[in-house]
């Protein structure tokens, strides 16, 4: 029998660090889904996705707990869904599942009901469950049901983007749900807060540590290195490169920075060689020092 090695201080220190972020997340991200459905969904009757829609449904038309109708039908899912996504995915979303229905069936006896406009209370669930999901999803976690079909899909084809994926599965349940309940509106703010969703949830998973590249062709690559430094303490890379036209042997200085920070450099970059040439791109995830650490 393999014995199971012994973690070190440092080593338990992390495990508990990482715990601690996972639990926290599906607290707050669960949170902000019992808002959107205690708060908005229900009042302004709003019909849902995922299973959450069809325990929805089922609350409208029998009144049977919406959390722990979505935890039932996930049990098969589950099953289903074990070996494709794996024990440890399954056990973590699991948590997730139970922290979700507390929060639903009984934290969310407790919240405020919104009576304002059906339209911005479509909005108020969309930005809700965007930054709800995309909280539980950054920590690898999920609330079950149509996410571990998410999940499978993406072991599929990895190259898709969750938000993608969301808002074509959620488009389905959504159509279906308003033609039961037979309420086009319904339909119209359904698709209003799936869209929202799948924004949000890309949003906080690939732009909240966004930034910009700038890519300087130049003949005084060093200059403008000390430039940069100078302007925003940023580091800077210096690639060898060759002119298409001339044949001429080139520098092309890469730099990441904040988006306020590249408006600074590009400025600076054009007093220091007026015959430079910079590009700036969009970057939505920039790793480092001076970002957010991997």
């Known amino acids: 029998m393999k014995e199971r090695r012994k973690m070190t201080p440092e080593q338990r220190k992390e495990w508990c660090r990482n715990e601690a972020l996972d639990v926290g997340a599906e607290l707050l991200g669960n949170a902000l889904i019992s808002l959107a459905i205690c708060s908005f969904v229900l009042q302004a009757d709003i019909p849902l996705s995922g299973f959450s829609g069809i325990a929805l449904l089922l609350y409208r038309f ?13 049990i098969p899912v589950a099953i289903i869904c074990y ?4 024990r440890k995915f399954i056990l973590k979303s699991f948590r997730c599942m139970v922290i979700s229905t507390i929060m639903v ?7 405020p009901v919104y009576n304002g406009s059906r339209l911005m209370a479509a909005l108020l669930t969309g930005v809700c469950y965007g930054i709800g999901y995309g909280l539980i999803y950054m920590r690898h976690s999920s609330t079950g049901g149509a996410d571990f079909i998410l999940m499978a899909v993406r072991k599929v084809k990895p190259h898709l983007k969750m938000g993608t994926i969301i808002f074509v599965m959620d488009a ?10 037979r309420t086009f509106d319904g339909i119209v703010y359904g698709m209003i807060v799936i869209f929202l969703t799948s924004t949000v949830v890309d949003k906080v998973m690939f732009n909240a540590n966004a930034g910009r590249v700038g890519l300087i062709v130049t003949d005084r690559g060093e200059d403008i290195c000390r430039c940069i430094d100078k302007v925003s303490s940023r580091g800077s890379t210096i690639l060898a490169a060759k002119g298409g036209y001339t044949g001429d042997t080139k520098a ?14 590009s400025e600076a970059v054009k007093k220091e060689d007026e015959a430079s040439f910079m590009i700036i791109m969009n970057s939505n995830e920039v790793h480092g020092e001076g970002f957010r650490v991997i």
Do not use: C, H, Q, W
């Open 105 to 111: 069936d009984v934290f969310g006896r407790f919240l």
């Open 252 to 265: 092309v200085v890469m730099v990441a920075a904040s988006p306020k920070e590249i408006y600074g450099i």
């Open 172 to 181: 389905v349940v959504v159509a279906a749900g308003g033609l039961i309940m």
């Open 83 to 86: 070996r494709l996504i794996g």
């Open 62 to 74: 029998f009144r049977l707990p919406i959390g722990v109708t979505t935890l039932v039908m996930n």
